[in-house]
């Protein structure tokens, strides 16, 4: 009995030290299956006004949930250009691909158990490492809803 409670801190201060030395924090963005819209520590996204995630440090994950339900969403990085968006694909280093082959990406596509999920439809997560080189803001949208569903990645001042 002594031996096991003994043990027991002996976990509990180790576990202490690591849980205060991470200090990645995860931003869960949820594609809503109510209505037309990201949604994230009680924010939602409207087409006039995009879901802001921000204070993103490097090594911070931004997770994208899709749930099953009858909305299909997905995630793809897009730049403005006045009233126009376009998706780009240089932004997000997705599973599989070579980081020398995109040194503009300021996110990086993590959990690659099979093909990459960004720029498609999916349920499930999708897990976004922000690197070192998020210093601009990011514009993202959903794949099927596109203007209707904006959303903006922004790194910590
Ligand atoms: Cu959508």
């Known amino acids: 009995m002594r031996t096991l409670s003994i043990g027991s801190l002996a976990i509990c201060v180790a576990c202490g030290v690591v849980a205060g030395s991470f200090a990645a924090e995860t931003q869960v963005v949820l594609g809503s299956q109510q209505t037309v819209a990201w949604t994230s520590k009680g924010k939602s996204s409207t087409a006039r006004a995009p879901l802001v995630l921000d204070g993103l440090k490097t090594g911070d994950i931004v997770e994208i949930q899709i749930p099953a339900g009858p909305i299909p969403h997905g995630f793809a990085a897009i730049k403005k250009s006045g009233n126009s968006s376009t998706e780009v694909k240089d932004a997000v280093l997705t599973c599989g ?58 790194a910590a001042k």
């Open 97 to 154: 691909e070579d980081p020398k082959a995109k040194p503009n990406a300021v996110l990086r596509e993590t959990e690659c158990s099979g093909a990459s999920k960004v720029g498609t439809t999916f349920k499930g997560s999708l897990k976004l490492e922000v690197l070192d080189t998020l210093k601009d803001d990011l514009n993202f949208w959903c794949v099927v809803h596109r203007a209707a569903m904006p959303g903006i990645i922004k």
